[in-house]
């Protein structure tokens, strides 16, 4: 276990995050006698939590095919999950690979994170123009996560992509009162409110 720790800090290090990882160095203490040791299964958690929240970072700053990359040593390290196949989803859909997004994304449509997974189907249908298919994803998607503003707004553009304008300003103006002002995702969907057009969706991480 302790060469998988070592090996993602130096990930982290080689990636300029180590503001994500609160330190760049360990300071060891003795452990009082009565302390019961970390277990293992904990510590494992916590690295691959770490691990995610970079492959975030890379996705969200553009780096796709670097995250793919460290999605593959994620998998080798501690195997696939549902939080690793969303991420990886989010990179296939960003790089146009959408048959593999579609993969990831359907893979967990039966698990915690089922209103991502639809959300991703969603916005692989969107790319392919299938807006009643999207509309229907997205959809479920909402209905899974109700106060969620970025399946709210990406469920509203669908809709008005239809010729639904009533339903679409319905969506959209619960997501604008859900969504922080100044948030970019406010300004395209206030955008999208005054045009009735829906402009294109952001790769990267949905939030």
């Known amino acids: 276990m302790r060469h998988h720790r070592k ?3 130096l990930t ?10 609160g330190c760049q160095t360990t300071t060891i203490q003795a452990v009082p006698r009565a302390a019961e040791p ?10 691959r939590d770490l691990y995610l929240s970079v492959i975030g970072q890379l996705i969200e700053h553009g780096k796709f095919y ?5 999605l593959d040593e994620f998998q080798r390290l501690h195997g696939p999950s549902e939080a690793s196949r969303r991420l990886r989803g989010d990179a296939w859909l960003a790089v146009g690979a959408l048959d593999n997004a579609e993969k990831e994304y359907s893979s967990i449509t039966d698990g915690k994170l089922v209103g991502y997974g639809k959300h991703g189907l969603g916005r692989v249908a969107a790319s392919r123009k299938d ?9 479920q998607a909402v209905n899974e996560q109700p106060t969620n503003a970025r399946f709210l707004g990406d469920f509203a553009g669908a809709l008005f992509e239809l010729g639904k304008t ?3 300003e319905f969506q959209l103006r619960k997501a604008l009162e859900l969504s922080p002002q100044d948030s970019e995702a406010s300004h395209a969907m206030r955008a999208m409110l005054a045009t ?3 402009p294109a969706l952001a790769a990267g991480t949905p939030r």
């Open 7 to 9: 090996a993602l800090v």
């Open 12 to 21: 982290a290090a080689a990636l300029g995050f180590f503001a994500l990882c």
């Open 38 to 47: 970390t277990p293992v299964a904990s510590i494992s958690e916590r690295e």
């Open 66 to 70: 670097a995250a793919l990359a460290h």
């Open 131 to 139: 807006w009643t298919l999207a509309a229907l994803h997205f959809e």
């Open 166 to 168: 009533d339903d679409a």
């Open 196 to 198: 009735g057009k829906r």
